[in-house]
């Protein structure tokens, strides 16, 4: 029997044309895979038809495999001889628990490869027509987790809250009210502009833009699903000129 081996691919954040061309060829030749209930519907359509689907949830509060599981599950099927895909949203490193999975199969032998994706920062950004690092408005970039922990965010205020710094939050929707009220408790100032995206590079991409003050009310009202991305910084601004996906959309709901 021939050596199994996993592939940890990223699917990028929703629009299958975001995959990478290696992305594509494996999900076409692809014999197993795990996936989360992230990818997007278009891309499990690409997988090859006679694939085995196997969910692996990861939705908030409906874990359909925890990740221990997960990771022996990874390790089974690949000494089964099997050429497994496990499929993430994004990229795989990026708060994907990729890192924990790799480990995993290094720990017990079996090989592996890496495949790159584009994350949500970087899609999403790219769809609202938000250029994270627009050199009139910051002059760098954090990607940060943003879930609530106990109801805190376990964050480095006074670090965040420094000038030019362009914020992307992952996993912000429900601590959005603290995300914005501790910015401004550590001197950010109230005006920034701040902006979420529900469904980023997909059909349903929707963009509320408002600031540090406004926007968890605006969202609210909103009424937002997951996943959703935040931007906090200057180059939120330019979403307003730059808005190119959601235009085209709209133009074309009218025609
Ligand atoms: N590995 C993924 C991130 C996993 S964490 C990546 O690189 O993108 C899950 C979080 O990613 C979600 O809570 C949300 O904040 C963000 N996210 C993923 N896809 C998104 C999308 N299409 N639109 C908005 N946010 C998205």
Redesign the pocket.
């Known amino acids: 029997m021939l050596p199994g081996m996993v592939y940890l691919v990223?699917a990028?954040?929703?629009d299958p044309e975001l995959l990478t061309l290696r992305a594509a060829k494996l999900l076409a030749e692809a014999e197993v895979i795990v996936h989360?209930h992230?990818v997007?519907a278009p891309i499990l359509e690409m997988c090859h038809g006679g694939a085995q689907l196997i969910y692996a949830g990861?939705e908030?509060g409906n874990h359909a495999l925890d990740q221990t599981d997960l990771n022996q599950l990874l390790v089974r099927l690949a000494r089964e001889g099997k050429r497994v895909i496990r499929l993430?949203?994004?990229?795989?490193?990026?708060?994907?628990r990729?890192g924990e999975e790799v480990e995993a199969l290094a720990a017990a032998g079996i090989a592996f490869e890496v495949v790159p994706?584009?994350?949500?920062?970087c899609?999403?950004a790219a769809y609202a027509g938000i250029p994270l690092t627009h050199r009139d408005h910051a002059n760098s970039c954090l990607f940060v987790?943003?879930?609530l922990k106990d109801g805190s965010i376990d964050l480095d205020w006074d670090f965040l809250a420094r000038p030019g710094r362009t914020l992307v939050?992952?996993?912000?929707?429900l601590g959005l009210p603290t995300l914005c009220r501790e910015l401004v408790a550590h001197g950010v100032p109230e005006t920034t502009p701040a902006a979420i995206?529900?469904?980023?590079?997909?059909q349903s991409?929707r963009t509320v833009a408002g600031t540090l003050a406004t926007l968890p009310q605006l969202a609210q009202a909103a009424r937002l699903a997951?996943?959703?991305?935040?931007i906090i910084g200057g180059v939120v601004r330019l979403h307003t000129r730059l808005a190119w996906y959601e235009s085209l959309a709209a133009a074309a709901a009218r025609d």
């Open positions: 990223g990028g954040p929703g989360d992230l997007s990861k908030r993430k949203g994004g990229d795989p490193f990026i708060f994907g990729g994706g584009i994350t949500a920062a899609g999403v987790a943003g879930h939050v992952y996993m912000g929707l995206v529900q469904h980023g590079t997909t991409q997951p996943p959703t991305l935040i």
